[in-house]
């Protein structure tokens, strides 16, 4: 079956340094989506990619699809402990959109 | 706040029971999934139901099973409860006409499930 690994597992980092997590599928996906979940919280919506080679921002944060559709990246710029948490990246496979794999998560803590 | 309720917050019980997890989506939303987060792991996708009616299964074992009912509210049964069946359970719904996987994802809050 499908598999999306995510790296690295964890990750430290000084405030204001930046932060890059991977995530890679063994499949095509349709689409991808990425998803932040604070210590105790729930997952929470950040971004949805869609065409190849997609690029997208949100203020400090950079969304990356790549050209073939299996993998995606998220860029932070100058992190603040309000980043800490785990990011997962999510996606259906491609022409299978109904079943959702989530990546393994990279859980990053800011050192204030 | 996603505007996705669970109910209960928290869960414990025995090897062998059986429990129900609901769920109730943000309003007017029709898919319904569910998910497991063991500790410090990812999230499994077990079920999708939308608009009622089952429409992809993840990782989901023989013993859970869900359902969606008419007012959209949806519930997870799991049975033949084991040590390894703790975890957190999560309930998400999203908007959309299909039940295609290109709609944003509420997560609710999670009911976590102790089995002792």
């Known amino acids: 079956g499908q598999q999306v690994m995510q790296i690295p597992q964890y990750q430290h980092v000084q405030e204001g340094e930046d932060f890059t997590t991977y995530c890679n599928s063994s499949?095509?996906?349709?689409?991808i989506q990425w998803y932040k979940q604070r210590p105790g919280g729930h997952p929470v919506f950040l971004i949805q990619l869609v065409k190849s080679g997609e690029v997208k921002k949100q203020k400090r944060l950079t969304f990356q699809f790549g050209e073939a559709k299996k993998n995606s990246s998220l860029h932070i710029t100058a992190t603040q402990t309000t980043d800490v948490g785990t990011y997962f990246c999510a996606g259906p496979e491609s022409g299978g959109y109904q079943k959702v794999t989530f990546g393994t998560g990279t859980k990053l803590q800011v050192i204030p | 706040d996603s505007g996705v309720t669970q109910t209960p917050k928290h869960l414990i019980t025995a090897t062998g029971q059986r429990v129900t997890l609901r769920c109730s989506p943000r309003s007017g939303d029709l898919s319904v999934y569910w998910y497991q987060q063991s500790l410090d792991q990812g999230l499994q996708f077990l079920i999708q139901?939308?608009?009622?009616?089952?429409?992809a299964k993840g990782n989901i074992l023989e013993r859970f099973s869900a359902q969606q009912f008419p007012d959209l509210h949806s519930e997870l049964n799991l049975s033949s409860l084991e040590l390894g069946d703790s975890a957190l359970y999560f309930c998400?719904?999203?908007?959309?006409?299909?039940?295609?996987?290109?709609?944003?994802?509420?997560f609710g809050p999670g009911t976590r499930l102790t089995v002792l």
């Open positions: 499949t095509t996906l349709s689409n």
């Open positions: 998400a719904s999203s908007a959309g006409r299909t039940n295609a996987f290109y709609n944003e994802q509420f």
């Open positions: 139901y939308y608009n009622g009616e089952e429409r």
